[in-house]
């Protein structure tokens, strides 16, 4: 049985299968222990330019997937190839999360046979190793490794089936993205640029927001876009020279005119911008200045750059030119990161590195250097060649070496890395002394040790202090692991013995345990007592505490209890209260005496043990009871008594009793009485106390009262009233003589002593508004003028010499009924308001079967003509309902009516003033008239006129109705409603005014309209007329151009536009000639375009014009108009004696002459009329004028 250490790196995962079947991913960086039953170690696949190492340690075997050479199948550069492929799936043994998928995955530990699955001797038990030996995880990107042969299709379907279980617990695009998907580090090349060309921006684009610019504006941006390329010179690994051409003049540029300066050349500021991702990739600036060249620094070596050139000159900007595009050279290769050590024993090291950017240059060769042990600055090669890991051995051990590293390539030897120490392992150091103890804690113990005797300083000795708790059974297991001397163990149990050891170890080996401590850590403070309360119930000067022994007493007994009460009487217990110690002793229960009745105090209790002093209990509050409060001393009266009422005060007890004083009492004792009566309970220190009979004699006596009860009464004290007013007289009694008239009288009071001088009689509509009607000696008293029907309130009030007696009580009475009061306010009815009421009846029965015509037409109304419709407000009933209205029109009979108020008078004269009374009526009888007032009737509104058409095409019609002029006139008071019905049946408005013509427009051809019209005035709006119905004719094909005349010898061809057919119609042309001057013949007519007509005669001038036809089907054909006429000169005869110098005009003369057309003669003669006018002005001007 032997056991195999698999080291799985940070950032890397390795998968294995249990034995149940399930995939078990474990993430780096760990070290899982597998276990092999035979010794034998497991076969392990690694991919291409990688070897596997086994090391042995104490019996432990280490397996290491080392990087070999940079391997490159092709040997071409690695610059600009794709990233490598995924490893294959028969290495199922070590699978990369999809997060971490851009590291190279270097350590490939699979413990597979040939197909892939684990053996199953081999029986993982994983736990996290505390020291981790880390491969080497290249972060340049090893290019053009080959893709790996598939073995069989189990085991490619394995790997399918466990990556997808992988990105279904870790989710898909963690960084990776694909299997290869490999990411550069910062300092090497960036890839390639795709070979694409990008669209240069518009001109629109580089406006900066401008608005319309003028020509000089618009001239400068058109040659800030014609920036050419720039050219690239002198090529570094790490810089290039730019260099560039100012923008030319464009040819839109305006040559200056001679005598004018020529204009300075504009002031252009360049900017270089430079991508190194391609043409459309994302540029950064890198110069911008005036000069026409740069120089381009801190460039990566072997990339692909594009650099192009953008003008500006007086905030314009041109578009960029044309990228350029060049890559830097190849240089020696990045300084590498220091070597690390990988494995070691005492006489050996075993070094990495990792592989820097070679800058576009394969690295050949590593040189290592070391001091040989020497610990100076002197370097020797210790190793020359492609590895990336050497082995030294035949070392010192515990012997410090310092090792630097520097690449080789084709371009150069790079700079050697910063020197790093490390050491080759000791012996197993010895056995330590046994740890000492610095400081207990309640929970915690605080411990140090030394390091063994003998062992070098230079050895790297790390300790386990191991711990065994008394009793536990589990004997010692390791609570610290660290190169440090001390350590605090802490989350221990209190007042527990622990026994506690320490091993030393190395490299090498551990050391045997010391010699074993035991620690006792220290007891924890008890918690406070519990329980705290009164025993029984509180006495006014005393109380009793008692409380339970804390549930936790920290480990040791509670040696006494402290029991303490605050001695702040105001009772508000700021956090500043001071406590007095009231207890000290072992027993649980006290006694609190000498205290104040009716006050509030606060006790806590808390307890004291070997671990220390526990927290206080919450403070609990106990109120003494109160006591009654003394005696007061007797009331006082408050300046000279009233006849009916007197004002006492007193001062509050001396004594409260330990409780704020709540209320007091006050008895009173009336004249010959021997028992008194409560008159008066509250909190105020003075009362007022009424109702009491003028020139008596009464006895008053006090008491106080707190939350105790009630104290003794007080001494008694005698009051006298003065005299005072009369008493309330009995209700008056009311008699009504008439609607209008009544009687009131009543009788005299008790005058309390002195005689009634005078009686108030009070009068009103309403209890609480009424007014003084009456005053004087007298028992009755006659009211006159008040309203018929009404209800009234009454009341009387007596004084004397004492003052003025109460009100007696208020008296209703109601005048009798009467006939109504006259009509005050009547209106006249709006138009809009007289509508027809029997409409609303006729709707609800036919509701079912004309509901939606109903809604739409519009409310029947009266006519203003001959109706006149009034409104008025009810007047006042006087008590009996009003029955109905009278309504006088002066010569006509009256008009008797309901009990309503408004009404539509019918049948009246057009254009006619009536004079207007109404007068309400109820059972009593008739009430005055109202005033009297005017209302006209309106003139009949006018009919509707005659509508005619008097004039149509195929797009207008001109409508006529009435006899009048076409314009309206100001004086005009008849006005016209015209309508047109629409597509879906309703009439629209198309004129509304005093006119007698309209002209309808944009009609379709051949198409009926439907027309109604309507008269109104200020009488109102008439009836509209009946329908009438106009049809717009077909419209004439439209006006050929000119037709075309050729001459062919002794006969002409003429050709002529197509017009296309119309609407369905066919359209035809007809073709007319004149010969001289005789008249227009039809030579031609059909659907063809041209003719061609025989035998002309030489001397015969001809001419020629064309029309369409439209020929319809239901209807006979329609004639367009002609076109213009075209002449055709007959040819001209050379005379034999001109001569050569003639002949070219002679040959000018024979082509035939274009007259002129209707349109061109029109114009011609408009501008000699406009000549000749201008002509005229000017004459006038200037000789008459002036």
């Not at 399930?22 to 330019?49: D, E, K, R, W």
């Not at 029986?123 to 080497?136: D, F, K, L």
């Not at 990792?354 to 020797?380: H, M, R």
């Not at 007197?646 to 028992?675: C, I, K, N, T």
Request: glycine share 8%; charged share 20%.
């Amino acid at each position: 049985m032997r056991v195999i250490l698999v080291q799985v790196n940070p950032g890397e995962a390795f998968t294995i299968q249990r034995d149940d079947g399930q995939f078990q991913c474990i993430t780096g960086p760990a070290q899982v222990p597998m276990m092999s039953p035979n010794g034998s170690v497991p076969q392990i696949y690694v991919p291409p330019g990688y070897v596997q190492q086994i090391i042995e340690e104490n019996g432990v075997r280490r397996v290491l997937v080392l990087p070999q050479t940079e391997f490159h199948p092709g040997g071409h550069s690695p610059l600009h190839h794709p990233p490598p492929p995924p490893p294959h799936a028969h290495l199922q043994a070590f699978i990369p999360h999809p997060h971490i998928m851009h590291h190279p995955a270097h350590l490939y530990s699979g413990m597979a046979g040939g197909t892939g699955d684990m053996n199953a001797q081999y029986i993982s038990q994983y736990h996290p190793a505390h020291t981790t030996i880390y491969s080497e995880q290249d972060t340049h990107q090893p290019h053009g490794r080959a893709a790996f042969a598939h073995r069989d299709e189990r085991a490619s379907k394995t790997y399918e089936r466990l990556q997808k279980k992988l990105k279904e617990r870790q989710g898909v695009g963690g960084g990776g993205g694909g299997g290869g998907g490999l990411a550069l580090s910062k300092d090497s090349p960036p890839p390639s640029p795709q070979k694409s060309r990008g669209t240069p921006p518009t001109g629109g684009d580089l406006q900066n927001g401008l608005g319309e610019l003028d020509e000089e504006a618009k001239a400068l941006q058109e040659r800030l876009n014609s920036i050419c390329k720039p050219v690239v010179t002198d090529i570094q690994a790490r810089g290039a020279s730019l260099s560039w051409l100012a923008p030319l003049r464009t040819e839109s540029d305006k040559e200056p005119k001679e005598g004018e300066e020529i204009p300075s050349e504009p002031s252009f500021t360049y900017e270089v911008s430079v991508s190194y991702n391609g043409k459309d990739g994302k540029y950064k600036t890198t110069y911008s200045g005036v000069e026409l060249s740069a120089t381009l620094q801190d460039l990566r070596p072997a990339t692909d750059y594009h650099v192009r050139v953008h003008v500006m000159c007086n905030c314009l900007q041109g578009v960029p030119s044309e990228p350029v595009s060049f890559t830097t050279l190849s240089c020696k290769p990045d300084t590498p990161s220091p070597p690390r050590k990988a494995s070691g024993t005492k006489s050996s090291l075993v070094l990495q590195w990792k592989a820097p950017c070679d800058n576009g240059s394969k690295i050949q060769n590593y040189i290592l250097q070391w001091d040989e042990g020497k610990g100076t600055s002197v370097f020797e090669q210790c190793y020359y060649g492609p590895q990336k890991q050497y082995r030294l051995t035949k070392l010192l051990p515990a012997s410090r070496y310092s090792f630097r590293l520097a690449a080789k390539n084709d371009m150069g030897v790079s700079e050697f890395s910063e020197a790093v120490p490390i050491m080759t392992s000791c012996s197993v150091p010895a056995a330590p002394q046994n740890p000492e103890l610095v400081q207990p804690g309640v929970t915690w113990l605080c411990l140090r040790w030394h390091r063994p005797a003998g062992s070098p300083k230079e050895d790297d000795i790390s300790y386990v202090l191991e711990m065994e708790e008394e009793g536990s059974g589990y004997g010692f297991q390791a609570s610290y692991d660290g190169d440090e001397l001390s350590h605090t163990v802490r989350n221990l149990h209190r007042s527990t013995t622990y026994r506690f050891r320490v091993i030393a170890y190395n490299a090498e080996g551990k050391s045997n345990p010391s010699p074993v401590s035991e620690f006792t850590t220290a007891p924890d403070r008890p918690t406070c007592p519990c329980r705290l309360s009164v025993k029984g119930k509180p006495h006014p000067t005393s109380f009793r505490l008692t409380w339970d022994p804390p549930k936790d007493n920290g480990g040791s007994d509670v040696t006494k209890y402290v029991a303490e009460l605050s001695d702040d009487l105001s009772g508000t217990f700021q956090p500043g209260s001071s406590w007095n110690q009231v207890y000290s002793g072992l027993a649980m229960e006290c006694l609190c005496d000498g205290l104040s009745p009716g006050c509030s105090y606060q006790a806590r209790v808390h307890c004291i043990s070997a671990g220390g002093e526990s927290p206080m209990t919450e403070a609990l509050q106990v109120q003494t009871p109160p006591v009654p409060p003394g005696p007061c001393l007797p009331p006082r009266v408050v300046g000279k008594p009233k006849a009916r009422e007197v004002q006492l005060r007193w001062a509050p007890p001396l004594v409260d009793g330990g409780s704020v004083v709540s209320s007091y009492s006050v008895e009173m004792f009336a004249p010959q009485a021997e028992e008194g009566r409560e008159v008066y309970q509250g909190s105020e220190l003075d009362c007022t106390l009424g109702s009491l009979l003028p020139g008596r004699t009464y006895g008053f006596r006090l008491r106080a009262a707190n939350k105790a009860g009630f104290g003794p009464f007080s001494e008694r004290s005698d009051v006298t009233t003065g005299p005072g007013a009369p008493e309330a007289c009995r209700p008056p009694h009311v008699n009504c003589k008439s609607p209008t008239c009544a009687v009131i009288s009543w009788e005299a009071p008790h005058c309390n002593g002195a005689a009634v001088s005078e009686y108030r009689l009070e009068w009103g509509a309403a209890e609480g508004s009424m007014q003084i009607c009456y005053t004087g000696a007298a028992l009755s008293h006659e009211l006159r003028g008040l309203l018929p029907a009404t209800s009234y309130f009454c009341r009387v009030q007596a004084l004397n010499a004492a003052g003025v007696g109460p009100f007696s009580d208020a008296v209703l009475c109601q005048t009798p009924c009467s006939v109504p009061a006259a009509v005050s306010s009547v209106h006249a009815l709006r138009e809009s308001e007289m509508r027809v009421e029997s409409r609303v009846t006729e709707r609800v029965e036919d509701e079912e079967e004309e509901e939606e015509e109903d809604e739409e037409a519009s409310p029947l109304l009266y006519s203003p003509s001959t109706c006149l419709g009034l409104r008025w407000e009810a007047p006042c009933s006087h008590g009996a309902e009003i029955m109905s209205y009278l309504i006088d029109l002066g010569e006509r009979q009256p008009i008797l009516t309901g009990p309503v108020t408004k009404y539509i008078i019918q049948n009246l004269q057009p254009d006619t003033t009536y004079r207007i009374r109404i007068q309400a009526l109820n059972s009593l009888g008739a009430g005055p008239f109202s005033h009297t007032f005017k209302l006209k009737t309106k003139p009949l509104p006018p009919l509707p006129p005659r509508l005619e058409c008097t004039a149509s095409s195929h797009q207008t019609l001109r409508l006529k109705w009435g006899d009048g002029p076409g314009k309206a006139q100001s004086t005009d008071s008849l006005q016209y409603h015209l309508q047109m019905e629409d597509k879906i049946g309703r009439f629209i408005s198309l004129y509304k005014g005093p006119c007698h013509t309209h002209k309808v427009q944009r009609l379709n051809e051949s198409t009926s309209y439907t027309f109604r019209i309507q008269a109104f005035n200020e009488a109102g709006e008439g009836p509209f007329s009946t329908v009438y119905t106009f049809t717009t004719p077909r419209s004439p094909p439209a006006p050929l151009k000119a037709p075309r005349v050729e001459r062919v010898d002794e006969s002409c061809e003429v050709n002529w536009e197509t017009l296309p057919p119309m609407k369905g119609d066919p359209v035809i042309y007809c073709l007319q000639c004149m010969q001289g001057n005789s008249e227009f013949k039809q030579i031609y007519k059909g659907s063809a375009t041209s003719f061609q007509l025989p035998s002309l005669s030489l001397s015969t001038e001809y001419r020629f014009r064309v029309c369409a036809i439209r020929q319809c089907q239901d209807a006979p054909e329609i004639v367009g108009p002609y076109s213009s006429t075209v002449i055709l000169l007959p040819p001209r005869v050379d005379t034999p004696g001109a001569s050569s110098a003639t002949g070219s005009k002679a040959t000018e003369a024979q082509k035939p002459k274009r007259s002129l057309t209707d349109e061109q003669f029109s114009f011609l003669i408009i501008a000699l009329l406009a000549v000749t006018s201008i002509l005229i002005a000017v004459a006038i001007q200037y000789f008459v004028i002036e």
